[in-house]
């Protein structure tokens, strides 16, 4: 079965190839228009979809050698994102199926980042035999959810106010790190002392590792946000200069602690053997340490894309949809289908 997968949800346009279930081609566009206002713009994404979308595709269908009469199925992420920025992918993929008299597939993004994990160049991947723990972590999403076979999900905490994401972002902008600022926390992390000051961890417990935990799995981050802006206002500059790497990694540690704690507490608490972790934070460095060395500790197995699928891509769209056909979980064609901004989860 051959699978076009089309992306657009944000600043990324996607598009990829999926041969019985292995990944042919991963077309990924990464909009630079941004920068300079400090995070996305929703008009000029919008723009930017709609000049690339047509190569993206033809890109990928070179690559993967393949020609739009072969494909079997096409899908797209219908949402949750810019809302414009998604009617593009989504109306350009409709009209394509469509067109070829072809099923087409709604994806819900989200969804598609929770089993991102299992993405692979191979005809097969390797995946949990039961239920599992995943953390879904973006600058638009944090989100603990328990996760059956059947691809039913129960969400158990999300954030309250910012994703994680987006306060690796923040946090970054009042740095003067620009924007993303996410991965240049990272860079910086590693030559740095996450002692050097302890940021405020949000609705956490110390007794949180523990199976008898009935505390709040939900996340908060904008008491952080809030905390660094306060610490630079009380330091000099050239202090602040002198310490940036030990100050990003602070805030990481602030971070990671908090996904990290949590998602094992939920992991024991709902006694599954697996936890997940997707979404563009996922690419973090000191997360992906962090959540390994707490798997070992507590005897879990942890799956985590490869950093290509950490971030937005097309591969997830068409992974997602993969797994939909496999599971019964596809009603017919749907060349109507309405796109969304928010997240509503599917239970």
């Not at 990464?30 to 300079?36: E, F, I, K, M, W």
């Not at 969400?155 to 923040?170: L, P, S």
């Not at 937005?312 to 901004?341: E, H, K, S």
Request: glycine share 10%; net charge negative.
């Amino acid at each position: 079965m051959n699978i076009l997968g089309i992306e657009t949800s944000c600043d990324e346009t996607s598009a990829a190839i999926l041969v019985d279930g292995a990944v042919r081609s991963n077309v990924v566009s990464s909009q630079r228009c941004h920068g300079d206002f400090g995070g996305v713009v929703p008009e000029l994404a919008s723009r930017e979809h709609e000049r690339l979308i047509v190569s993206i595709v033809d890109t990928a269908l070179k690559e993967a050698n393949i020609t739009k009469n072969e494909l079997d199925v096409i899908a797209a992420t219908a949402g949750p994102g810019l809302i414009g920025a998604v009617m593009v992918g989504l109306c350009f993929a409709e009209g394509l199926a469509w067109a070829l008299g072809k099923p087409f597939i709604p994806v819900n993004h989200v969804e598609a980042h929770i089993f991102s994990p299992f993405i692979s160049d191979e005809a097969s991947a390797r995946k949990p035999e039961g239920d599992f723990v995943s953390l879904t972590v973006s600058g638009g999403h944090t989100m603990l959810s328990v996760v059956h076979q059947d691809l039913s999900y129960e969400v158990i905490g999300r954030t309250i106010d910012d994703a994680a994401g987006e306060a690796f972002d923040k946090t970054g902008k009042m740095l003067g790190l620009g924007y993303p600022a996410g991965p240049v926390i990272d860079r910086l992390a590693k030559d740095g002392d996450p002692a050097f000051h302890r940021f405020p961890r949000a609705l956490t417990a110390s007794s949180q590792t523990s199976r008898s935990y009935r505390g709040n799995f939900d996340f908060s981050f904008s008491g952080l946000k809030t905390s660094v802006l306060t610490w630079l206002g009380q330091h000099e500059q050239e202090h602040i200069e002198r310490h940036l790497a030990d100050i990003a990694a602070s805030i990481q540690d602030a971070i990671v602690s908090v996904l990290v704690g949590k998602t094992i507490a939920a992991a024991l608490l709902h006694r599954v053997s697996a936890v997940s972790v997707a979404g563009g934070v996922s690419a973090n460095s000191g997360l992906r340490a962090a959540m390994g060395e707490a798997c070992r500790k507590h005897g879990l197995e942890l799956y985590i894309p490869d950093i290509a699928y950490s971030t937005d891509n097309a591969a997830m769209i068409a992974t997602m949809a993969g797994l939909m056909i496999d599971r019964g979980r596809v009603r017919g064609n749907a060349y109507d289908a309405a796109p969304f901004a928010r997240f509503t989860p599917a239970g």
